[in-house]
């Protein structure tokens, strides 16, 4: 592998608004759970199971409307720009249906919600969050849609824009809503909930006026002379989009699934988990937005069958992946005592928190290259291998050997939450080798020699 500084800088400016967008999301989620947490630790327990539960819906639902960014991508790099309208298009009435399904889904989380060994009030306010938040995910679908055609089209700044804007909502709708102030009851940990739901809808109108507002995202012709649906094509981006969309809902699935099962452990395990979770999910943006940066560049540069630069980009990834786990290690090892006493003022929390960063240090390197690696074999429109290796990665071999490991004593004595991040740590090591070496498999097919 070689590093290009040239392709290095590229990346780096799709990459920078990408990462500070999602950081802004992030940090929504990061005041959601400081400002639940000094509430109570059962508020933040809730809060903490209620995300849990309706996360992974929302991003799988979403994760299949990606598929619209490489489609984008491969079309601006062909210079094919009547084709975006068209998938746009179609993306519509995918997302029409994805929503649909994400609302009948909000309408069962009491059903799972009652089955976990936890106290009726933390059921109470978790159930009450879901019940308020699901007003949001249309907005959110809106937003989304018009975000994944803007980065298709290599133009990744609106959405550091609108996130911007979401969280100058989220702040004072939290404040309002959590504790009851301007009239309003105090809803404790279930205000997160009304203040997301109002946060994913002043997100969606704003990038929607935005659209229309800008050249370069052109919502004009985006909206004009509208299609009808057209069964082909939603069936490419749902085909194209359901792999990506699993890898997401497992992915998520496995750190929002571990406060279900140590709940019964109290509240202290789970809200600990729930702030080392806070952290370093605020810390993985750094290589995601790399990912992203690379699925746009990798479709943009497949698009114009320039393999030269595609071979000079995989390269400069990898190794840019690689200083960016080294740097988020560092970063976790030498302030996780700073960050967790951010999140809670309980002694408890604060020391299983720290211990569970610490582990969180070992995974970082895999992490980043199983997610660049996914993103460049999205770039080039092959998924397929997405699901299925994510699957056993993170499920088969990183959450059984959690479970085993955190609730049982076959191989030690039960490590609670800790043992779920060794699994962690084992299962994203997994993908990070299975991903790479589809990768390579793939591009030995291009006409250039890998």
């Not at 619209?68 to 068209?86: C, P, Y």
């Not at 933390?122 to 679908?141: E, R, S």
């Not at 709708?173 to 203040?195: D, E, H, R, S, T």
């Amino acid at each position: 592998m070689k590093f290009c500084s040239w392709e290095a800088s590229r990346l780096l400016r799709l990459a920078a608004p990408v990462f500070f967008a999602q950081v802004t999301l992030v940090m929504m989620s990061v005041v959601d759970t400081i400002m639940a947490g000094q509430v109570s630790a059962v508020d933040l327990a809730a809060l903490s199971i209620a995300t849990g539960l309706w996360n992974p819906v929302v991003f799988a639902l979403l994760g299949i409307l990606t598929a619209i960014t490489s489609l984008v991508a491969h079309s601006f790099g062909a210079k094919q720009d009547h084709e975006i309208r068209g998938h746009f298009q179609q993306g519509c009435y995918l997302a029409i249906i994805l929503l649909l399904g994400g609302l009948a889904l909000a309408q069962f989380a009491d059903i799972v919600i009652d089955y976990l060994d936890t106290t009726a009030q933390v059921k109470a306010l978790a159930l009450d969050y879901i019940d308020y938040v699901q007003f949001g995910l249309p907005g959110f679908i809106i937003y989304t849609l018009l975000r994944n055609v803007a980065e298709g089209k290599a133009y990744t700044t609106p959405a550091l824009y609108i996130s911007v804007i979401g969280l100058l909502v989220n702040i004072p709708a939290n404040y309002i809503f959590i504790y009851g102030k301007f009239g309003m009851p105090p809803l404790g940990g279930a205000g997160c909930g009304v203040a997301t739901a109002l946060v994913m809808t002043a997100m969606g109108l704003s990038l929607l006026i935005y659209s229309f507002l800008s050249k370069r995202l052109n919502g004009q012709t985006l909206f004009s002379a509208f299609s009808r649906p057209q069964i082909k094509a939603i069936w490419v981006q749902t085909k194209l989009g359901v792999p990506i969309s699993l890898a997401i809902f497992f992915e998520v699935t496995l750190f929002a699934c571990i406060p279900l099962f140590i709940a019964t452990l109290g509240p202290i395990a789970v809200a600990g988990h729930q702030v080392a979770a806070s952290v370093t999910t605020l810390l993985f943006m750094l290589p995601y937005s790399l990912s992203m940066a690379v699925a746009i560049r990798f479709g943009n540069l497949y698009g114009q069958q320039d393999f030269v630069a595609l071979k000079r980009c995989l390269g400069t990834s990898f190794l840019l992946a690689i200083a960016i786990a080294v740097f988020v290690a560092a970063i976790t090892y030498a302030f996780r005592y700073q960050i967790s006493s951010l999140y809670s003022d309980n002694p408890e929390v604060i020391a299983l928190a720290t211990s569970i960063m610490v582990l969180a240090c070992f995974y970082q390197l895999p992490d980043a290259l199983q997610v660049v690696s996914s993103g460049m074999l999205r770039g080039i429109k092959y998924t397929n291998p997405i699901s299925y290796i994510t699957f056993i990665s993170y499920w088969l071999i990183g959450f059984a050997l959690g479970y085993v490991l955190g609730r049982t004593d076959l191989i030690v004595e039960p490590m609670g939450p800790q043992g779920f991040w060794l699994g962690i740590i084992v299962g994203l090591s997994c993908a990070a080798v299975m991903l790479i070496f589809t990768l390579r498999r793939r591009l030995a097919q291009a006409p250039f020699n890998f």
